[in-house]
C-alpha cells in the first residue's frame, strides 16, 4: 500500500536523507515499512507498506507525524521517539498569536528558547517533551501528560505570560502528577491486597495491620519538600482515627 506523506520543506530535505541516506534507511526501519521515498528535488514524500500484518498500524497511523516533526525542524533520532507506545506528537503556530509579523515571531522565539537555551531545556526537563522551534511553529513530541503541560506553558509564554509564572505552574503541575500517580499506585496496591489468598488473608486482621504499616512505610518515603505529597500523607485513612483526652 503506497501513502503520500507530508510535503518536506527544502532546507529539510537533506536533513530527512542523511548521510548516504542513512537517515532515510533508519526511518524505514524503525516504521517497518517496506519502501521510503524522497524526491530531492521536490519534497515529496512516500512510503509503501507491506501486507497487512507485516508492520505495526499504529507506527503507519504515527509515521506521517514523524516525518511532519522533521520537516519542522526536529533532529530525526528525536522525531522517531514519537513511534514509541505512549509518545504524540503536537504543533503550536506563532501565526496563531501575533500573525504573520516576521518581527513579533522573532520575539516569541525568543522568549521560548530564552538566553542560552534555558527556558526551552527547562520546559522539556519538567515535562519530558522534545521542544523544537522552526520558522513559526513550535514542535512537541511525548507522553499525553507532557504534552499537555508542555503545550500549555509554550502557549502561555507566546500569550505574553512571564517566565516565571510559567515554570511556577509547571512545578506545581508536576507535583500535582507526582500525588495523583502515588494515589493510583496505592489503589493499585489496595486492589491487588483485596485479592490476595495468603497468609495475610487467613490471619484475621493481619491484612490490616500489614496495610496500614505499608502505609506508615509509604509515607515515610515522600520528600518533606513536596507540601502537597506532605499534605496527601497526613490525611488520614478511613481505619485511622485521632483520640485525646486532658490530664
Known sequence: MRQGLPRIPKDRI??????KGATAKALREASGSKEFHIDSESGDVE?????????????????PDVIKAIGRGMAPNAAIRLLEDGNFFEMVDLKDFVGKRAHQQRRIRARIIGSQGKIRRLIENLTDVEITIYKSTVVLVGDADGLGLARQAIEMIAGGSEHGSVLAFLERSRKRMKVDNRSLEYIETRRDEGRSDGFDGL?????DISERRGRR??????????DEAVEAMMEMAEDESVTWEEE
Open 203 to 207: 490471619v484475621p486482621g493481619l491484612a
Open 47 to 63: 512510503v509503501v507498506w507491506g501486507e497487512p500484518g507485516s508492520y505495526d498500524p499504529i507506527k503507519a497511523m504515527k509515521f
Open 14 to 19: 537533506a536533513v530527512l536523507i542523511g548521510s
Open 217 to 226: 512505610l509509604r509515607a515515610s518515603q515522600i520528600d518533606p519538600q513536596d
